[in-house]
């Protein structure tokens, strides 16, 4: 594979508190806006508390998912009376740091956010860029105090929902597992290496290293998941199985335990070999989703470097 | 020490939800409705869901703390239509369980609660009762799954504020670590079988079994600790040390590490030597309570059997 360059990323945006239950973005930006840290090098960085009502109440949105409001159609919406708080906020965020597909918009946005899965480090990308799948490869590299992982999701720029997509460039950082509501200082430290190395690559990039490629692993999702429900009250009848829970990225074969009734009995896994994320994510407990199930796929990156003008 | 006899315990209520998004008690409770075990032998079971409104919202409460409802004051209040839906609902229960201090109440109350803290099962007590401290004995030598500890504070039965003090006798079972809003089959199932080993002794205890009196421990509160805040923004500036985190009912020496600043600093336990409990437990945040430290008190109780009319 050739080299591929890209321009200089020099405008980089951390966000925590899109869920703003969710703690370790939270803190990790009033961290950084403490150290009043605006400029690492040839790195300017932009923090930004996306969801602060949110994050005052302590609850993942006050009328809908912040994470949610960022696909075009939602973004050129007319804002009436009725729009939700959280739409006009993202209206706002998109202001700040896009906006979303122009040359306005930030180079790279990390979006920081917890999960109540055994999920470690997982960075979620919507599309293949190779930019954000070499952050990958380098924190994966650089980072062992807990596994580093990557679901890769297919959608476009324009039905990106997500506050990541934005930027020029960028992810969602999912960080667990982690309690909402909880702030864990082994998570916190986990999120600390993560950007310290984050913005320690872009300045690498920026000086003119070049990144050699090679092949990363990464999900990506086949189907959800909802928990058995009682067909009448549609409560949930059964929870996730000792042996799945806590066991995100461990490939499920058919027969194995996946749920375990409130009477005790098992329910086994059916149908082809797939690959368990957001194993019991208490977020997705309104959406009736379990887990997801993916698939693991291999990506070959090309080298990358600074375009040379 | 003499043996001490009591009248038969016939009438037991098992309840949860009392914080709606502790979904042990929820899910055990609705369980309990759907097999319709309203009698076990000796032992009529009433089951609560206390605070639906809650459940439903998945929060721990709508306007008030229905577990700070059930003082004598706030239960004999003129109700108005400014009175919060909590302390409604707590009258209500009274109504349904007690009322308090009287020979209606149920014999006993059991109340099921989760904590993000790492307490195993812990039962909370609110006086030195005979019959829920031989519960608690019967449940610790039962009990291998996970440990069985108790917190034995000292108010009086007018000022106790906590459902449990509905019934002539109760106790509040706290089960963890579990996130709020998620349900985990491991904590399911030691919350099942507790409530099954209760169920059991009450059973013994009717049909005429004298319980050998002995020797139990159980945790004091002496004070709480607050974390490290910032004095202008009130923002907390620290979280739990990781090695303190999940290290509940571990002796704290004057040194050991208690917080860690998120630049990194660590802060160190003062004074005397205490065993920390609900370390980092969620809703003791907007409580201003990182943990709470104890002693460890030895208490010795008599035998007890069933009165011989």
Known sequence: MEKVSFSPLSRLAICGGTHGNEMSGVYMVRELQKLKLDRKGSVSITTVLTNPRAVDACRRYMETD???????????????????????????????????????????????????????????????????????????????????????????????????????????MEVGPQPNGVLRADIFNMVKEAVDLLIEWLQKFNSGSVFEGGEVEAFTPVRSVDYPRDPTTNDITAAIHPELQDNDYTLLHAGNPVFQSFSGETVEHEGEDLYPVFVNECAYYEKKIAFHLTKKITLTLPSISIKQD
């Not at 997982?122 to 293949?128: N, P, R």
């Not at 959608?155 to 992810?171: D, M, Q």
């Open 66 to 172: 912040l994470n949610r409001c960022f696909t075009d159609d939602l973004l050129s919406a007319p804002i009436t009376d009725s729009t939700p708080y959280e739409l006009r906020r993202a209206c706002e965020l998109n202001t700040q740091l896009g906006p979303k597909g122009s040359r306005e918009a930030v180079d790279l946005l990390c979006d920081i956010h917890n999960t109540t899965s055994n999920m470690g480090i997982c960075l979620i990308f919507y599309s293949s860029d190779w930019i954000a799948l070499h952050i990958y490869k380098y924190l994966q590299r650089k980072i062992t105090s807990a596994p580093v992982k990557a679901i890769l999701l297919d959608t476009t720029s324009s039905e990106a929902y997500s506050l990541e997509s934005v930027g020029k460039h960028g992810f969602t």
